[in-house]
């Protein structure tokens, strides 16, 4: 099993002794098929324990580990070292203030994601008796890829317009909404435009195409947010032209 | 007793202007969007044409005239540039805005996308020979 | 919160977007052509007169014309916000009067064409 130093500048901030963040750098021994994440628990077990950082599934799943390595958002689970030949700058996720090291505070994302109501809001309300909600093969490809968001985030940190308008509701908010509005069995539309609708909503957006190029899943929110434009653009036309549609 | 936290989150400053330097994607992002400024202009000058062609064969004269010169060349070709880069970007994004669904599945992307791109070669043609460019 | 008016602006910029996508580069190539000293006929002073004076065309020129600008102004706006100019107001105002000025213009000279 091949090893390899691997150097990596962490950057550091403890709100209490420190005014600004600074990078700090660890060399540590890796074994060649590591992800970032190993290298950073191993600086943590062998080096300096006050490192913070998240995670939690080692897998890709649960969607905690992101942070900026060399510049791109990535999930530190899912980057192999051997990707990183020389030193691996390793920074907080762009765009969220930093609570501690690595970890970032992300009550804002968690705000937007209530906000769009990211549930089954049954378009007829039936006992149970009467059975499940049904749903063909064509009807759940429609939407199925964008139910595989973990909420990692690593969107909004790759988005400039969220970096430069902290409401824009974001790239993986508006796919949600748009992955419940495009299920044959729900019936919440009409609630969720109110939210991604408005001009704080899908309106920042300008079609940078970052979200999903950078998204882990695949999930491609740009899709869904250039979709969620043309849909709410028809609806505003056709309020605004033929009234005697909006009963 | 659990110790009292401090919390001071910190947020971090971006370039104002210069942030697209951050990476190649965000550079192209600029280059794709900074197409309109040549498209508005290019546009502005067809304009100024027709105020040209309806003033009579002299002052259309002279509009063909100025569209020989060294400065407007220059300007075409990068109009040119600029206009195609326009509208590569913007019909490699049709499958993201269009999708088709088909059944249970949906129409590969390069479909859609080469649709459009074949679309696009047919209009220019039949504008160009509409014209008598050939 | 309430949905927003933007559909009113965004509508007529993705509208524009698609046209220029389509048809700019091949208009650009016939001016420069026109430059080259190999002028299309169709830029031939009779030949354009006589086929923008029909009713038809001058809509269509009209439109070709409103929608460009209208797409350029609409990302000319979005690229100063980007570049970190935030008047936005402002440069909205200043960038759509500017397409509808251009357009108006069109208009009046397309309908002041010299019959034959
Ligand atoms: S859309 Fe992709 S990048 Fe964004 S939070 Fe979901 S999984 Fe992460
Ligand atoms: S640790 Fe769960 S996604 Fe990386």
Redesign the interface.
Known sequence: MSERRVELDVLR?N??T?R??HFQRYSVTCREEWVVLDALNHVKETVDPTLAYRWSCHMAVCGSCGMMIN??PKLACKSFLRDYPGVIRVEPL??F???RDLVT?IDDFIAKLTRVKPYLIPKEAKPIEAGEYRQT??QL??YKQFTLCINCMLCYAAC?EY??IPKFMGPAAISLAHRWNQDSRDGGRAER???I?????V?EC?????C??VCPEHV?P??AL??V??K??I???LAHTMPWLNK | MAEQVTRKPYLRELPRTLWFLRHPRYVRYMAREFSCFFIGAYTLMLVLGLKRLAEGPEAYAGFLEALASPGAIVFHLFALAFSAYHSITWFRLTPKAMPVQLGENFLPDGVIAGAHYAGWALVSLVVLWLAGAF | MAQSNKPIVWGPFAAGGTLTAFLTPALILLTLLAGLGHVPELLAYEALRAFASHGLVKLGLGVVIFLSLWSAAHRLRITCYDLGVRADTLVATLVYAVAIAGTLAAAVYLLRLPAA
């Not at chain 1, 609708?197 to 909503?201: P, Q």
């Not at chain 1, 300008?206 to 970052?210: D, E």
């Open positions: 901030y709100p209490e420190d600004t963040p510049g791109e762009a765009h203030p930093v609570e505070v093969p064509a490809k429609r400039p970096g430069m435009q109110e939210e609708a408005a001009t704080e909503g309106w300008s079609f940078t195409g970052a999903s190029e491609d740009a899709a250039q979709r434009k043309i709410s653009t609806d505003w036309y």
